[in-house]
């Protein structure tokens, strides 16, 4: 069984792919991972884009495209059981989508990049993080998932995600965005109700449990350059998410809430996610070539004092 693309969704990414994202595969120990990599055409750091639950990477489209001018690359995978890529051999659960998402990074990741996660895709940049330090030079959470919740509360947020007709569709729709899509309503509820039916997916959210999900300390362990992006109208997860990582996520850490901006920003504020980006990765190399001089001048006064 094949994972679930709309006619749209295969249509906009072959336009992606003539915009300079071309599509790759990356061999896993779960299964073939479908990813977009464009080679940009700047200097900054190269920028790596994990989605959300259900998504994939060609609904980053928009976003991606606005970044390519000015970074040295531009990588999005389709998750496991997501968009083009396979469903894991066994079937979609949290242990294999782990297992080859980090696969597929550590192959896609040729040089310290910019990691950037929205929904479920912030806990799996957080983990690769803490995972692979020397591949990461700077983490970007946009509406970041996987915060830990009580049993009884876990499990009425993944009922959520149970979208048993176009109804139910549409509710999630409007949750979704920060102002309502009258025009394309129905077309995303439509893809909504289709993606959260396939058997696989229903599988994976099935399987998760609290457990699955970030701890303190791990976030509390992220000593590299962090900004999390939170939407006032951020519908979809619930506040105690953001005060989660706003409680443990280490000082150096910032936080911005964006008026207008729901669970899909990156969606309603293209543009404006794509120059934050381009500033918290311009910072991250300002802030690596202050270290640099400041370790090169105490050498400099150790040899002079050892002198």
């Given at each position: 069984?094949?994972?679930?693309?709309?006619?749209?969704?295969?249509?906009?990414?072959?336009?992606?792919?003539?915009?300079?994202?071309?599509?790759?595969?990356?061999?896993?120990?779960?299964?073939?991972?479908?990813?977009?990599?464009?080679?940009?055409?700047?200097?900054?750091?190269?920028?790596?884009?994990?989605?959300?639950?259900?998504?994939?990477?060609?609904?980053?489209?928009g976003y991606l495209r606005k970044l390519l001018p000015l970074a040295e690359r531009v990588?999005?995978?389709?998750?496991?059981?997501?968009?083009?890529?396979?469903?894991?051999?066994?079937?979609?659960?949290?242990?294999?989508?782990?297992?080859?998402?980090?696969?597929?990074?550590?192959?896609?990741?040729?040089?310290?990049?910019?990691?950037?996660?929205?929904?479920?895709?912030?806990?799996?940049?957080?983990?690769?993080?803490?995972?692979?330090?020397?591949?990461?030079?700077?983490?970007?959470?946009?509406?970041?998932?996987?915060?830990?919740?009580?049993?009884?509360?876990?499990?009425?947020?993944?009922?959520?995600?149970?979208?048993?007709?176009?109804?139910?569709?549409?509710?999630?729709?409007?949750?979704?965005?920060?102002?309502?899509?009258?025009?394309?309503?129905?077309?995303?509820?439509?893809?909504?109700?289709?993606?959260?039916?396939?058997?696989?997916?229903?599988?994976?959210?099935?399987?998760?449990?609290?457990?699955?999900?970030?701890?303190?300390?791990?976030?509390?362990?992220?000593?590299?350059?962090?900004?999390?992006?939170?939407?006032?109208?951020?519908?979809?997860?619930?506040?105690?998410?953001?005060?989660?990582f706003a409680d443990h996520l280490p000082e150096h850490a910032e936080i911005e809430e964006w008026p207008?901006?729901?669970?899909?920003?990156?969606?309603?504020?293209?543009?404006?996610?794509?120059?934050?980006?381009?500033?918290?990765?311009?910072?991250?190399?300002?802030?690596?070539?202050?270290?640099?001089?400041?370790?090169?001048?105490?050498?400099?006064?150790?040899?002079?004092?050892?002198?």
């Open positions: 069984m094949k994972p679930t693309m709309t006619l749209p969704e295969r249509l906009g990414l072959r336009l992606l792919n003539a915009q300079g994202l071309r599509s790759r595969w990356i061999e896993t120990s779960v299964g073939r991972i479908h990813a977009l990599d464009g080679e940009g055409r700047g200097a900054l750091p190269p920028v790596v884009l994990l989605h959300g639950l259900s998504a994939n990477a060609g609904a980053y489209g990588v999005a995978p389709d998750m496991p059981g997501h968009g083009l890529s396979d469903i894991p051999r066994g079937g979609l659960r949290s242990e294999a989508m782990l297992a080859g998402g980090v696969e597929a990074l550590d192959q896609l990741i040729d040089r310290p990049a910019i990691l950037v996660g929205n929904s479920m895709g912030g806990l799996g940049v957080v983990r690769y993080a803490l995972a692979r330090p020397d591949k990461v030079r700077g983490l970007l959470l946009v509406s970041p998932g996987g915060a830990p919740m009580p049993h009884a509360a876990f499990g009425r947020f993944l009922k959520t995600f149970h979208i048993n007709s176009h109804g139910d569709a549409l509710e999630f729709v409007d949750r979704m965005f920060a102002k309502s899509t009258p025009v394309v309503r129905h077309a995303f509820a439509m893809a909504i109700k289709e993606r959260f039916s396939h058997p696989e997916l229903r599988r994976l959210l099935d399987g998760l449990t609290v457990e699955d999900m970030l701890r303190a300390d791990e976030i509390a362990g992220l000593h590299l350059p962090t900004l999390l992006i939170w939407g006032r109208e951020e519908r979809i997860l619930p506040r105690s998410h953001l005060a989660f207008d901006f729901g669970h899909c920003g990156f969606l309603e504020q293209a543009d404006g996610l794509a120059r934050r980006t381009v500033a918290f990765a311009r910072e991250v190399c300002h802030k690596e070539c202050s270290g640099a001089r400041s370790t090169l001048a105490d050498e400099r006064d150790t040899l002079s004092i050892s002198a």
